[in-house]
């Protein structure tokens, strides 16, 4: 890091650093008299909306250039692609309701990373949780009331799901197992054991059923909708979970005792912290919502699991909790586009006959250019100018530069 | 057991080791450098794609290979980038390139055969008079596609590089003390960058090996986690290939058995014995393995002067 003092002079004004870093130039004109107080936040909240639009952009350049290739008109699908996702009331509902899913496991990861924890299983936490919920509910469904049957399912998929991660918890907290290779193990026979639940246990053998999956919970008995819509109500679920996870890392004594932890562990043992027992309770508490993200998947949109399903959210979420540094608002956010993406992307790729990975396509491409505007913002914030930046101050404000 | 049942598991075993073997030894020798390469899935993917590709237009095996190679090597080439030479996450990129791989793969099979499904020959396999007529050996030893033999080549190679050479002492001494490196003189981004980007040309070898050798065609996706399962044989070898290359063939020998057992009528669940291996590792590691050798520059950035 630098010293304060060579940062060049325009960098006096925080609000142009900020706007320039990335912007290039577009954003120069109209917002510069808008700052006059250092109002930090609303700084703060420009910046992130800066980082993530900029590259926004760029991926679904790049995205149009693929389609272009294609012989397929870039704008026409963008514009399906946000006309599916969300203007039409039915996309919008399906993008709220993908977001359920992903918001669990964001809330999983969240907790994880915080306390430096790579909990990259959650694919087995998830489809186990799935599974079970998937062969029990249908029958649970007859013999209890629908209320307690939900809440039941939802505690069996929570519960599970932490289980799957005491494993590689004790092998990190004892011996220091990188916890890396042991839940990518255990996601593998947790995605196996799950498929076997599906296809030996809770088979529905009833005749006529070509994939093995389990028997179907009555639309009736699954979660409650809202406002008379299709979004189930495990999108509120999601958003309590995110919101509370955020509030325990920011504001209770539990959540500043992760966060040392995850900072560096030997200062938490220094620090007195029962370091065994906190990375135990954070593997199960990561666990419990992955686990909790398949329940609440299958008891609000699919009604029972294939032997076939594995949806992977555990894998694209983790590079999203991680841009969001951790941050629960901006996990939601970053969860809704994602959302708008990838529901956009599926119809959008169906209308124009394309498969429908290209949506994953784009969705790496935002993330990888998140992570490269990122750099670049942390090097101006140190003061460091890249090659770019300096390219693109002389070719764009010839004065400034000049200056310099 | 009949001489046709252990001919088939043992080749079996050796077929679904070997894309396992060059891609995990890619990984290793990246993670020995400190660079985790979570892309490894999407740079066999590539490899598996580009491999296809080239060997349909040229008809050639070895072409295919090459064409492999070249597109993991490119994959890698934005790890290089982003990871090693501008500090970023090593864990996101990689999960990005996988994403992004899948999803580029998958456009240019619908694009160019998505009608027409085009299928290679059979890759060749050695003939050697004699030694190829002996009953289970002469298949198993002396008749692999020529791919195999590379494959244990290059671990034997890899394990001498890493040991007992001055380029292999500098990439053990970056993965495990990078400032000490730089001190010494040692170029740190140049030996992360080299050994990134051999993880991938091997896991470009490996994808290849997939779709020239084992199925033929290219299928969207058909990598179908085995770039993870390479990462995890990888960290388990502590750093070296020989452990990785058993590793890799007590996997191949789990998917042969399944294959094989369903074959000869008993039948068994597949979701069992694949997962043995990782419960039998997970018990080993329990009984046995109180710490791991894992790098301790591991997934940290390097950069100068910095910490």
């Known amino acids: ?82 006309h599916r996702a969300i203007i039409s009331p039915s996309g919008l509902q399906e993008t709220l309701i993908r977001m359920a899913p992903l918001l669990l496991i964001s809330a999983g990861l ?55 991660t005491i494993i590689p918890a004790l092998m990190k907290a004892r011996y220091g197992i990188n916890e890396i290779i042991t839940t990518l193990m255990m996601s593998f026979i947790g995605v196996n054991l799950a498929s076997l639940l599906v296809k030996v246990m809770f088979l529905d053998d009833r005749p006529g059923i070509q994939t093995p999956r389990t028997p179907v919970l009555d639309v009736a008995d699954r979660l409650p909708t809202l406002f008379g819509t299709r979004v189930h109500s495990g999108v509120i679920i999601g958003v309590i979970a995110v919101i509370g996870v955020h509030i325990m890392m920011t504001r209770t004594s539990l959540g ?29 508490l990561s666990g419990m919502f992955m686990g909790l993200a398949g329940g609440v998947e299958v008891l609000g949109v699919q009604g029972f699991v294939r032997a076939d399903w594995n949806p992977s959210f555990g894998l694209v979420a983790v590079p999203l909790v991680f841009l969001a540094r951790m941050n629960g608002w901006v996990t939601i956010a970053f969860v809704f586009l994602l959302s708008v993406l990838s529901i956009g992307g599926e119809l959008a790729t169906r209308d124009a006959g394309l498969p429908n990975q290209f949506g994953l396509l784009i969705v790496a491409l935002v993330l990888l250019f998140m992570t490269v505007a990122e750099y670049f913002e ?13 390219m693109a101050d002389r070719i764009l404000s010839k004065g400034d530069a000049a200056g310099e | 057991m009949s001489e046709a049942l252990i001919t088939a598991l043992l080749v079996g075993a050796i077929a679904a080791a070997v894309p396992l073997m060059l891609a995990g030894l890619g990984e290793l020798i990246s993670e020995r450098a400190g660079v985790l390469n979570v892309g490894l899935e999407g740079m066999m993917l590539m490899g598996a794609y580009g491999g296809f590709v080239v060997a ?62 085009p299928r290679l020959g059979k890759a060749a396999a050695p003939s050697i008079p004699w030694l190829s007529d002996i009953p289970v050996v002469g298949r198993v030893v002396f008749g692999e596609p020529y791919m195999v033999y590379v494959t244990l080549i290059a671990v034997f190679v890899a394990g001498w590089v890493l040991r007992k050479t001055p380029w292999g002492l500098a990439i053990r001494a970056t993965g495990e003390s990078p400032e000490a490196v730089d001190a010494a003189g040692v170029n740190v981004v140049l030996v992360r960058s080299l050994a990134t980007l051999s993880a991938g040309v091997l896991a470009g070898l490996g994808g290849a090996y997939l779709s020239l050798v084992s199925s033929g065609n290219f299928i969207p996706l058909m990598t179908g986690g085995r770039g993870f399962m390479a990462l995890v044989l990888a960290m388990l070898a502590r750093g070296r290939p020989i452990w990785l290359a058993l590793g890799a063939l007590l996997f191949g020998f789990a998917t042969a058995l399944t294959t094989a057992l369903q074959i000869f009528g008993i039948d068994i669940r597949p979701e069992i014995v694949n997962s043995l291996p990782f419960v039998v590792v997970l018990v080993v590691l329990t009984l046995f393995g109180r710490d791991d050798y894992l790098p301790s520059s591991l997934a940290l950035p390097y950069v100068r002067g910095e910490r």
Not at chain 1, 256 to 277: C, D, E, P, Q, Y
Not at chain 1, 378 to 390: F, I, K, N, Q
Not at chain 2, 75 to 82: E, N, T
């Open chain 2, 56 to 117: 349909l237009a040229t008809g050639s095996t070895w072409m295919g290979f090459i064409g492999g190679a070249v597109a993991g090597g490119l994959v890698s080439l934005v790890m290089v980038v982003l990871c090693v030479r501008w500090g970023l996450d090593q864990i996101v990129v990689g999960i990005g390139i996988l994403l992004g791989v899948e999803g580029l793969t998958s456009l240019l099979h619908a694009a160019q055969f998505a009608n027409t499904y």
């Open chain 1, 378 to 390: 942390s090097r101006r914030l140190r003061g460091e100018r890249t090659v770019w930046a300096t």
């Open chain 1, 110 to 164: 969240i907790v994880a990373f915080s306390a430096g924890i790579w909990n990259l299983g959650g694919d087995g936490q998830f489809m186990l949780g799935a599974a079970l919920v998937g062969g029990l509910a249908a029958s649970s469904a007859e013999v209890m009331p629908r209320g307690l049957m939900l809440v039941l399912m939802l505690l069996i998929a929570g519960t599970l799901g932490a289980v799957w």
């Open chain 1, 256 to 284: 500043l005792r992760l966060k040392i932890l995850g900072a560096n562990v030997k200062a938490a043992h220094h620090a007195g912290l029962g370091v065994s027992k906190l990375t135990v309770a954070t593997f199960l």
């Open chain 1, 1 to 82: 890091m630098k010293p304060t003092d060579t940062v060049p002079p325009e960098m006096t004004d925080e609000h142009t650093v900020v706007s320039d870093g990335l912007a290039g130039g577009p954003s120069n004109a109209d917002d510069s008299p808008g700052i006059s107080l250092g109002s930090s936040r609303m700084e703060k909240i420009r910046r992130s909306m800066l980082l993530t639009i900029l590259p926004l952009v760029a991926a679904m350049v790049v995205g149009g250039l693929f389609l272009l290739a294609l012989g397929r008109d870039p704008l026409a699908f963008y514009a399906t692609m946000i």
